[in-house]
């Protein structure tokens, strides 16, 4: 398959996408299928094969049910998991979803995935392209949602951060690579939650003193703005004494 004529392969990325073969009830004949997609998208990168949004996002969902496969890194397909993962990493696949309205909720739903299905059994090398997926979708992305935020931070405290060191060994390493595009989320968070006292339905906002002295262990520049307020929550509260 070549890039020089891509052309040749839209007929062919939309008869993959049917119903008749992403909704196919043998899970070898997804994940077969998943892997041709990615193909597809590979030779039609930078650009999307398929024009409309909401086919767009069924695509992309779809790719993320197929990818909980890598849990078992013993299965016999494994093989085929890995090279769904390296392909949709390799050519930053889910960057195309940077544009759709809704992307938040795409990148949310593959965030939670890849922290839940996370283990000791996977390599590195597993991990590095579960990174490679997920941190452009933070650094070139124009927003990050509150929602999306929390389904990050929430591996970096109690309990989650003893109940699955390998999810808290990813978050960190992510906040790590994308530190200073995170940073201003990271600021907005504290800036609702610490001085205005917004309540949010976040359960990391339920542990903002011990988030602070995680992202400090982390990447501490991403307090760079949060310190100054902590300082100032601490005056006040001292203050009313």
């Not at 993959?16 to 009830?25: G, P, V």
């Not at 998208?41 to 930078?46: I, K, N």
């Not at 890598?70 to 979803?97: G, H, M, Q, T």
Request: hydrophobic share 40%; with cysteine; net charge negative.
């Amino acid at each position: 398959m070549s890039q020089d004529d891509n052309t040749q392969y839209s007929g062919l990325a939309l008869m993959l996408a049917s119903e008749y073969f992403t909704d196919h009830q043998n899970k070898d004949v997804r994940l077969l299928v998943a892997c041709c997609i990615a193909d597809v998208f590979r030779v039609f990168a930078p650009e999307a094969p398929f024009n409309d949004n909401d086919q767009l996002k069924d695509i992309f969902m779809f790719l993320i049910k197929q990818l909980r496969g890598l849990e078992d890194p013993e299965s016999p397909s494994f093989k085929r998991y890995f090279y769904l993962l390296e392909n949709l990493a390799w050519v930053k696949s889910f960057n195309i979803c940077i544009e759709l309205e809704d992307n938040q909720d795409i990148f949310r739903s593959l965030f939670k995935l890849m922290f839940s299905i996370v283990s000791e059994k996977h390599s590195s090398k597993v991990k590095n392209f579960m990174l490679d997926m997920m941190c452009p979708l933070i650094s070139e992305s124009d927003t990050v949602s509150p929602e999306l935020l929390d389904t990050i931070l929430i591996n970096v405290v109690e309990p989650q951060k003893s109940q699955n060191k390998c999810a808290y060994d990813l978050a960190r390493e992510l906040l790590k690579r994308t530190s200073n595009a995170i940073e201003p989320y990271i600021q907005a968070f504290f800036n609702n939650t610490l001085m205005l006292g917004k309540t949010s339905k976040s359960d990391v906002s339920n542990h903002l003193y011990d988030l602070i002295y995680e992202l400090n262990q982390i990447s501490p520049n991403v307090l760079l703005a949060v310190l100054p307020q902590l300082e100032f929550k601490l005056k006040v509260s001292l203050s009313c004494i």
